[in-house]
């Protein structure tokens, strides 16, 4: 089945600090990928669309600078937490669509990042 | 972010029997539905989905039904088990787009 990694499952960071996250498609090539956060007991909010070799889609409320989005290949796209703040701790997840599949067919989720920001 | 749940609703079953889990969606325009279980500290797994112009869909132990008019999904579990306690999301994708927006989820708790 559709494999993706994510990497690092967990992460603790000093404030003001950078932590890059990345999420790799194993076994499929992923033209779009997206970022999910989490909070505890809570669903997923979508955070951004990243496309491959093309700018990402950010959500409303989602500030770009803090979070960059690089889709350099068809098989990983990478999350970047600039100048983290113990407000950015929580649980991202990124996900990602088989790009043969078409539109209509489901996300395959990494195991999330636990990032905390001390 | 276009869901955001807060507090999971939980779910109480007996081991052995059927649970059902329901789900209201947001928008008419949505052509496809999933339903992912979640457990924690994991990243959502893939359940069983379907498309718009269904309105039942029958997995391994589990069904979905799909009520359009009035924008409702659930998720039915034949003879729940220890391993299927978990939160469970339904998830949309929007026609217009390619984005695929989580419901507030349900915590299923199984008990012996």
């Known amino acids: 089945g559709a494999v993706v990694s994510q990497h690092p499952s967990w992460v603790i960071c000093k404030s003001g600090t950078s932590v890059k996250i990345e999420c790799r498609s194993l076994?499929?090539?992923?033209?779009?990928m997206f970022w999910y956060r989490q909070f505890p007991k809570q669903s997923l909010m979508l955070m951004a669309t990243?496309?491959?070799?093309?700018?990402?889609?950010?959500e409303q409320g989602v500030e770009k600078d803090k979070f960059l989005i690089n889709h350099a290949s068809l098989t990983l796209s990478t999350l970047t937490v600039t100048s983290a703040h113990p407000e950015d701790s929580s649980f991202y997840i990124c996900s990602a669509r088989d790009g043969s599949r078409g539109r209509n067919s489901p996300l395959h989720f990494g195991n999330g990042t636990r990032l905390t920001v001390t | 972010g276009e869901s955001v749940g807060l507090h999971l609703p939980t779910l109480s079953v007996q081991e052995g029997d059927n649970s059902i889990i329901n789900c209201a969606y947001s928008n008419s325009a949505s052509d496809y539905f999933i339903w992912y279980k979640q457990e924690s500290g994991k990243g959502p797994q893939f359940i069983i989905d379907i498309r718009s112009n269904m309105d039942k869909r029958q997995g391994q132990r589990v069904t979905v039904l799909l009520n359009k008019t009035v924008k409702h999904l659930s998720l039915q579990i034949a003879a729940t088990q220890p391993g299927d306690s978990a939160v469970y999301f339904c998830?949309?994708?929007?026609?217009?787009?390619?984005?695929?927006?989580f419901g507030k989820g349900t915590r299923l708790h199984i008990l012996p």
């Open positions: 076994d499929f090539q992923a033209t779009t």
């Open positions: 990243s496309n491959e070799g093309s700018k990402a889609t950010y």
């Open positions: 998830a949309e994708i929007l026609n217009r787009d390619d984005k695929i927006i």
